[in-house]
Nanobody, 117 residues
């Protein structure tokens, strides 16, 4: 089973930027899909962005135009560049991977993102 390790969370002011990274224990291109979910206190976990093995991407409407997902095959990482952050973006962000079609997701440990002045 692939292992995922996130980094890059922290505290940022509204309007600021953060970059989250997720390092995978195997080649990114062999994974069916990788991406990010987030969970705010008292809310359900929601999809933020996903990138497929073929390179297709999808982002949630709530972050479209502000967040960008990308991958680095040399480093086996998937990154989430977050710009123009808002207080409502505050959440624990989880990296996830689906190793093959119809398999369940594998989760990282999560990283806290707090947007506050």
């Amino acid at each position: 089973q692939v292992q995922l390790v996130e980094s890059g969370g922290g505290l940022v002011q509204p309007g600021g930027s953060l970059r989250l990274s997720c390092a995978a224990s195997r080649t990114i291109f062999t994974l069916y899909a990788t991406g990010w979910y987030r969970q705010a206190p008292g809310k359900q976990r929601e999809l933020v962005a996903v990138i497929t093995s073929g390179g297709g991407t999808r982002t949630a409407d709530s972050v479209k135009g502000r967040f960008t997902i990308s991958r680095d095959s040399a480093k086996n990482t998937v990154s989430l560049q977050m710009n123009s952050l808002k207080p409502e973006d505050t959440a624990v962000y989880y990296c996830y991977a689906v190793e093959r079609p119809f398999s369940g997701p594998v989760w990282g440990q999560g990283t806290q993102v707090t947007v506050s002045s």
